[in-house]
């Protein structure tokens, strides 16, 4: 056990009784000790065992408040005959103990400490009743002296007058050190309640500081999602303008083929330019298919190493069909030992996009140069048109709003698609797509491959 802890064990810990039952406890146990003392040495000095009786009359009513208060929870009995028994004891003092001459006003000045061990809303009173306690026991000594036994000799009233300082010297000790240790375990609880605020405001803190990681990630998820619902709103506006207009064009034609409106000849070179255009919105219909399958695949692409001339051989020799409809030109220009780590059926679309665009808008009997070139960084494709250029509006709004044609003079358009599309591709592969006017006339196409 602690030191000093059996009597703390009497007073009762801090979880198993009130505040206010702990501090009647503390005042119980100092006025049972100082009982106790007073009635020992009363019977050492020979005092009449009517007088040392009533000492111990009173440490057996205190003994009684202390069990009704801390054994049978009866704390508000156990407090009022512990403040009668104490008026009591009191009264008994000064009536046998020489009144005013003898221990019992140091004994009743004492009784002020009991103040600290009461509950406040009953210590103004019980202070009050000892000043009008005391005045009322001097006012009848001085009008009633005889009802005061006066000591038999003054030897007992050295030593009786003596034990009643040692009894407040006792009290006085244990008064402070009790309420020292009371405040020590309030002060203790204090700081045990204040390292718990502090865990739970660390852990709140902690708390808040995950809620706003999960609101910013939130907020940048939100974001992604505004972005790429405005995508699909612009996939969907290009694929309305792209597919609508030469699917339209197609019924048109086909009416009015229909209806005998062209001679042989006219018919046969509809029947052309409809089979051009076919060609035309099927390439349209694999960007769409192509652009589709990357959405759902997360951008996965196959990178192997590829010969570039091997490669777009086949592309290259189906887009010389589409481009003599055209009465253009194409040039070849690819090094047959350049090679670069990509997707294949990727770099076919590119390619193809790239040289139908470049194609389409250019003016009959021209050309369309395709070249290829090995730098430090990778190997670099060229698409070159002499079609009649972009303007600088047109150039800055390619990747984010359909385009229409790159000419005013030609009548198709639709070159936004198959560019968004060779643009994402390369951005899987972490190429790079330039969009150029010449200064000789026409479009200069770059494409990027790292190595």
């Given at each position: 056990m602690s030191r000093l802890g059996w009597l703390v064990s009497l007073i009762g810990t801090s979880d198993?009784?009130?505040?206010?039952?702990?501090?009647?406890?503390?005042?119980?146990?100092?006025?049972?000790?100082?009982?106790?003392v007073a009635f020992v040495v009363n019977l050492l000095l020979g005092?009449?065992?009517?007088?040392?009786?009533?000492?111990?009359?009173?440490?057996?009513l205190m003994v009684v408040a202390y069990y009704l208060s801390r054994f049978k929870g009866?704390?508000?009995?156990?407090?009022?005959?512990?403040?009668?028994?104490?008026?009591i004891g009191l009264f008994i003092s000064w009536i046998f103990f020489n009144g005013h001459d003898g221990g019992t006003p140091v004994y009743i000045m004492s009784a002020s400490l009991l103040v600290w061990f009461i509950n406040r809303k009953h210590a103004f009173w019980f202070g009050l009743g000892l000043v009008a306690f005391y005045c009322t026991l001097s006012i009848t000594e001085y009008r009633f002296p005889f009802l005061v036994d006066p000591y038999p000799s003054s030897e007992v009233r050295f030593w009786d007058i003596t034990t009643a300082h040692v009894v407040i010297l006792i009290l006085l000790v244990g008064a402070n050190w009790m309420i020292r240790m009371q405040n020590d375990r309030t002060s203790e609880k204090s700081q045990k309640r204040l390292q718990e605020i502090e865990e739970h405001m660390a852990m709140q803190l902690m708390l808040q500081q995950e809620l706003e990681r999960a609101n910013r990630s939130l907020e940048q998820r939100n974001k992604e999602l505004i972005v790429a619902n405005e995508q699909k709103m612009r996939f969907l506006s290009i694929v309305s303008h792209d597919i609508r207009s030469p699917l339209g064009g197609?019924?048109?034609?086909?009416?009015l083929i229909e209806s005998g409106a062209f001679s042989g000849e006219e018919r046969e070179e509809m029947m052309k330019l409809l089979d051009r255009d076919v060609s035309l919105t099927l390439?349209?219909?694999d960007n769409l298919l192509r652009w589709a399958k990357m959405e759902m695949n997360g951008g996965e692409i196959k990178r192997e190493s590829l010969s570039v001339a091997?490669?777009?051989?086949?592309?290259?020799?189906?887009?010389?069909t589409y481009a003599k409809s055209k009465q253009v030109d194409i040039e070849v220009h690819i090094h047959e030992d350049h090679?670069?780590?990509?997707?294949?059926?990727?770099l076919k679309l590119i390619i193809r996009n790239l040289a139908l665009n470049a194609v389409k808008f250019s003016e009959p009997n021209s050309k369309v140069q395709i070249t290829s070139e090995e730098t430090d960084e990778?190997?670099?494709?060229?698409?070159?048109?002499t079609g009649a250029g972009m303007s600088e509006e047109q150039i800055a709004s390619l990747f984010t709003v359909s385009s229409p044609g790159q000419g005013a003079k030609s009548a198709d358009e639709g070159a936004g698609l198959g560019l968004r599309l060779c643009k994402a591709i390369l951005d899987t592969h972490h190429g790079e797509l330039l969009i150029a006017n010449r200064a000789q006339g026409g479009v200069e196409a770059t494409v990027r491959f790292p190595r």
């Open positions: 198993e009784f009130t505040y206010d039952r702990r501090i009647l406890h503390m005042g119980i146990v100092l006025c049972s000790v100082a009982t106790f005092y009449s065992a009517w007088h040392t009786s009533w000492f111990l009359g009173m440490w057996v009866h704390y508000k009995a156990g407090k009022r005959l512990f403040v009668v028994n104490v008026f197609l019924q048109n034609s086909l009416r390439g349209m219909l091997e490669t777009l051989e086949d592309t290259l020799s189906l887009m010389e090679t670069l780590c990509a997707d294949k059926e990727a990778g190997v670099v494709l060229r698409v070159l048109d």
